[in-house]
T-cell receptor
Framework: DSGVTQTPKHLITATGQRVTLRCSPR?????VYWYQQSLDQGLQFLIQ???????AKGNILERFSAQQFPDLHSELNLSSLELGDSALYFC???????????????FGPGTRLTVL | KNQVEQSPQSLIILEGKNCTLQ??????????LRWYKQDTGRGPVSLTI?????NTKSNGRYTATLDADTKQSSLHITASQLSDSASYIC?????????????FGKGNQVVVIP
């Protein structure tokens, strides 16, 4: 158990809909990262928040948005869903935002999103 | 072309045997390189982290090597066990903030058979 929690574990929805994925980081960690993992693409970095502020942005679509709240939990909002958005979505947390060798990321169990 | 290439894409090995996974990267400037183990349906777990000045790092039966000059890393699994069946992901971290500071390989899928 990494100490990172994600809800829900599974989510099935239809095209065009909007969903919200939730992540609670490990106690004391200030950084939250979101990743998308599909079968043919591997892990794709989406976005990072540090202490409530956006820190780095990866391959995140405009239809997707995220935020980190004062209690440090984070939500990833996916809208106008398409079939291709079906994937595993992981959240990870780390103590700082340095990305340095001591700034290990701890991954949550993931949310499996299926868009029908 | 992906900035981090891993090979072989998949391999099957007998329990008790050794294997070596390769990671070649093109990104720079480079901060550190990590190897993660991901069991099917689970989140990745960090195995090793190396800075550009480190050549090798071990974690139990896992040993990672790094050649920053040739931009190559390898992960060696010694005396494989059935529980080693997983995907092993190479991740390169760049010295920069902002977009795309992390580059991921697609993983080496390892299956250990009895």
């Amino acid at each position: 158990d990494s100490g990172v929690t994600q809800t829900p574990k599974h989510l099935i929805t239809a095209t065009g809909q909007r969903v919200t994925l939730r992540c609670s980081p490990r106690s004391g960690d200030l950084s939250v990262y979101w990743y998308q993992q599909s079968l043919d693409q591997g892990l794709q970095f989406l976005i990072q928040y540090y202490n409530g502020e956006e820190r780095a942005k990866g391959n995140i679509l405009e239809r997707f948005s995220a935020q980190q709240f004062p209690d440090l939990h984070s939500e990833l909002n996916l809208s106008s869903l398409e079939l291709g958005d079906s994937a595993l979505y992981f959240c990870a947390s780390s103590p700082t935002d340095s990305g340095g060798p001591t700034d290990t990321q701890y991954f949550g169990p993931g949310t499996r999103l299926t868009v029908l | 072309k992906n900035q981090v290439e891993q090979s072989p894409q998949s391999l099957i090995i007998l329990e008790g045997k050794n294997c070596t996974l390769q990671c070649n990267y093109t990104v720079s400037p480079f901060s550190n390189l990590r190897w993660y183990k991901q069991d099917t349906g689970r989140g990745p777990v960090s195995l090793t982290i190396m800075t550009f000045s480190e050549n090798t790092k071990s974690n139990g039966r896992y040993t990672a090597t790094l050649d920053a000059d040739t931009k190559q890393s390898s992960l060696h699994i010694t005396a494989s066990q059935l529980s080693d069946s997983a995907s092993y992901i190479c991740v390169v971290s760049l010295i920069s903030y902002g977009n795309n500071r992390l580059a991921f390989g697609k993983g080496n899928q390892v299956v250990v058979i009895p």
